[in-house]
């Protein structure tokens, strides 16, 4: 298991040094562009590694990784942006994406784990596995990380408008979003220490008020992003709002109706709990 993590990091640390040597060659480029490019070299020295050690898997961690580096590198720049509200985003990225990479490490088996959504994808994929595990599992969502992640560029580079209430409720979501995901992770955790069997439905706690706490968390941690890059320059560009709508759409359209089909499968009790709880939010009941 300990060789399993330390492989797991060496590729990290490989694609990230990928990523800072290919910056030097895009310094042309718009800002935004020349991540975007280093981002999608990361992805494919991580793509690498999956299919060196045949597991997809190696790219799970990538999600919650990636935007802490780009947090980081933007701050580094050392641009006229607010340093509180730079402090601000950094706090709220930095607990979500620590929290989120804490709870893949606390469920990682090791190199014989791999996420049953590509197990499946590769029984229907067959030989055409591997070019969908690159577009489909690794670069697709890492098109998708990036596009939630152009506010930061609003608030965090262009963005001098002094700090205002769009920061601070900007915070406030970003703070109780990141306490949702690791409270409903505690619970569910705890929920499969004692349940008796894997066909039981946990429907206390924060499970009993949403099908879908942990969705809800993540999504609110988005929605902070784009309230931080509003704040900062007090509007909301094309590519503002397309990054968060993406987000956002990922989760309610894709990863919901996905995982409550293998529920339905798998519990025979979450029919009954679906037609009595909200997917997320009273709002937005999805059936």
């Given at each position: 298991?300990?060789?399993?993590?330390?492989?797991?990091?060496?590729?990290?640390?490989?694609?990230?040094?990928?990523?800072?040597?290919?910056?030097?060659?895009?310094?042309?480029?718009?800002?935004?562009?020349q991540v975007l490019i280093a981002d999608v070299?990361?992805?494919?020295?991580?793509?690498?590694?999956?299919?060196?050690?045949?597991?997809?898997?190696?790219?799970?961690?990538y999600w919650s990784v990636i935007p802490m580096v780009i947090v980081g590198y933007l701050i580094s720049l050392?641009?006229?942006?607010e340093l509180i509200r730079q402090l601000m985003l950094a706090l709220v990225i930095l607990l979500w994406g620590f929290r989120l990479t804490a709870n893949?490490?606390?469920?990682?088996?090791?190199?014989?784990?791999?996420?049953?959504?590509?197990v499946n994808l590769q029984k229907?994929?067959?030989?055409?596995w591997w070019p969908l595990s690159f577009t489909g599992v690794h670069l697709y969502p890492t098109i998708l990380v990036f596009l939630g992640c152009i506010p930061m560029y609003h608030a965090l580079v262009i963005g001098t408008q002094p700090i205002n209430g769009f920061d601070y409720l900007a915070l406030t979501v970003g703070l109780v979003s990141v306490w949702i995901e690791f409270q409903s992770d505690r619970e569910l955790h705890r929920f499969r220490d004692v349940r008796h069997s894997r066909?039981?439905?946990?429907?206390?706690?924060?499970?009993?008020?949403?099908?879908?706490?942990?969705?809800?968390?993540?999504?609110?941690?988005?929605?902070?992003?784009?309230?931080?890059?509003?704040a900062?320059?007090?509007?909301?560009?094309?590519?503002?709002?397309?990054?968060?709508?993406?987000?956002?759409?990922?989760?309610?359209?894709?990863?919901?109706?996905?995982?409550?089909?293998?529920?339905?499968?798998?519990?025979?009790?979450?029919?009954?709990?679906?037609?009595?709880?909200?997917?997320?939010?009273?709002?937005?009941?999805?059936?």
């Open positions: 298991m300990t060789k399993a993590y330390i492989l797991i990091c060496v590729s990290y640390l490989l694609a990230l040094a990928a990523a800072w040597i290919t910056l030097a060659f895009v310094a042309d480029y718009h800002l935004m562009i070299v990361a992805t494919i020295v991580i793509f690498a590694f999956s299919v060196v050690f045949k597991n997809s898997s190696f790219y799970d961690a050392q641009t006229d942006a893949w490490a606390y469920t990682w088996s090791g190199l014989d784990h791999v996420d049953w959504r590509y229907k994929a067959g030989l055409l066909t039981e439905v946990l429907d206390t706690g924060l499970w009993s008020l949403c099908r879908h706490p942990n969705y809800l968390g993540e999504i609110g941690v988005w929605v902070s992003v784009l309230l931080f890059g509003y900062a320059v007090g509007y909301a560009d094309y590519w503002m709002l397309a990054g968060s709508a993406a987000m956002i759409l990922l989760f309610t359209i894709v990863s919901i109706p996905m995982i409550e089909k293998k529920l339905i499968e798998d519990k025979p009790g979450y029919v009954a709990y679906k037609a009595k709880t909200f997917s997320l939010i009273p709002l937005s009941k999805l059936r």
